[in-house]
Nanobody, 126 residues
Framework: LLQLVESGGGSVQSGGSLRLSCAAS?????????MGWFRQVPGKEREGVAHIDSDGSTTYVDSVKGRFTISRDNLKNTLYLQMNNLKPEDTAMYYC???????????????????WGQGTQVTVSS
């Protein structure tokens, strides 16, 4: 059974940086998974932040383009999200997600994903 465990969240001031990690266990086929990051603010829907295919192709929500970078290390079964120039509106719980075949068509739909981590909190103060 696939397990995803996030780490790296915390509190930073506006303009600061954080690097989130997501360690995957319980699988031998991690490299074939599509992976991503979602975030959620209380009272709002979960929002797709970034996505990376098995071949390394990446996609981002417009609000983080140029500031966030998603990457993966298939040897370590680990997903990353480098977040630079953080803004107060980036404050949220961040979740790691995984998708395996058959793949759906829309990376930003939370229903596309088969597994979720427990989340890590990111708080950005102005």
């Amino acid at each position: 059974l696939l397990q995803l465990v996030e780490s790296g969240g915390g509190s930073v001031q506006s303009g600061g940086s954080l690097r989130l990690s997501c360690a995957a266990s319980g699988t031998t086929t991690y490299s074939s998974y599509y992976m991503g990051w979602f975030r959620q603010v209380p009272g709002k829907e979960r929002e797709g932040v970034a996505h990376i295919d098995s071949d390394g192709s990446t996609t981002y929500v417009d609000s983080v383009k140029g500031r966030f970078t998603i990457s993966r290390d298939n040897l370590k079964n680990t997903l990353y999200l480098q977040m630079n120039n953080l803004k107060p509106e980036d404050t949220a719980m961040y979740y790691c997600v995984a998708d395996w075949p058959p793949y759906g068509g829309t990376w930003s739909r939370k229903e596309e994903y088969n597994a979720w981590g427990q989340g890590t909190q990111v708080t950005v103060s102005s």
